[in-house]
């Protein structure tokens, strides 16, 4: 147990669904991140927020919307996906996001997600 | 840029020593980490070194890192099946609030 829980595990979703992939941490932490994992590809970093504010956006697409309500909450709101959309979509957590400190990341197991 | 590299496979013989090698771009990179995925689960922070240092180790995990040439390797000693997993370079930048992985080395152990 890292203590960073994910649900659902496995999530099949058609192009025009609606659904939502849950993060928790019990960690204390202040920053939570979702990462997508593509098959041979590098971890994917999307979304960063550190004490419930985004501070990083790398990019993604707008079918994607997170979403974190408190430091121990984050979501990933999904809309109208593509099946390259098709990954493990993984959450993290650690202590602080910034600066010269040592963070390191505590994961949850993931989410496998397939769009048809 | 930000660029983390490592080969795709490696297939190593049990009890042997296993090298993960990694390349990455950005150097002002603070501090190079190693994790490991076992199958059906997230990632867990294995070992990490601080761009200061060259060489880390950790019971069976030696870390080496070359700064100049930008290579980061592990070390596993003595091998066992209960190390295969894939193994994830990452690097952190001083004044980044995010860590760039590479796309992670697959480990296999043959008998």
């Known amino acids: 147990e890292t203590g960073v829980t994910q649900t659902p595990r496995h999530l099949v979703m058609g192009m025009t669904n609606k659904k939502s992939l849950k993060c928790e941490q019990h960690?204390?932490?202040?920053?939570m991140y979702w990462y997508k994992q593509s098959a041979k590809k590098p971890l994917e970093l999307m979304f960063v927020?550190?004490?419930?504010?985004?501070?990083e956006n790398n990019s993604v697409p707008s079918r994607f919307s997170p979403e974190c309500p408190n430091s121990s909450h984050l979501f990933l709101h999904l809309h109208t996906l593509q099946p390259e959309d098709s990954a493990l979509y993984l959450c993290a957590s650690s202590q602080d996001a910034g600066g010269t400190t040592n963070e390191k990341l505590f994961f949850g197991s993931g989410t496998q997600l397939s769009v048809l | 840029g930000e660029d983390v590299e490592q080969s795709l496979f490696l297939s190593v013989r049990e009890g042997d020593s296993s090298v993960i090698n990694c390349t990455y771009t950005d150097s002002s990179s603070t501090y190079l980490y190693w994790y490991k995925q076992e199958p059906g689960a997230g990632l867990q922070l294995l070992t990490y070194i601080f761009s200061n240092m060259d060489m880390k180790q950790d019971q069976r995990l030696t870390v080496l890192l070359n700064k100049k040439d930008k290579h980061l390797s592990l070390r596993i000693a003595d091998t066992q099946t209960g190390d295969s997993a894939i193994y994830f370079c990452?690097?952190?930048?001083?004044?980044?609030?995010?860590?760039?992985f590479g796309s992670g080395t697959r480990l296999s152990i043959r008998p």
């Open positions: 990452a690097e952190r930048h001083s004044s980044a609030s995010k860590i760039i």
């Open positions: 960690l204390g932490h202040n920053a």
């Open positions: 927020y550190s004490l419930e504010e985004r501070v």
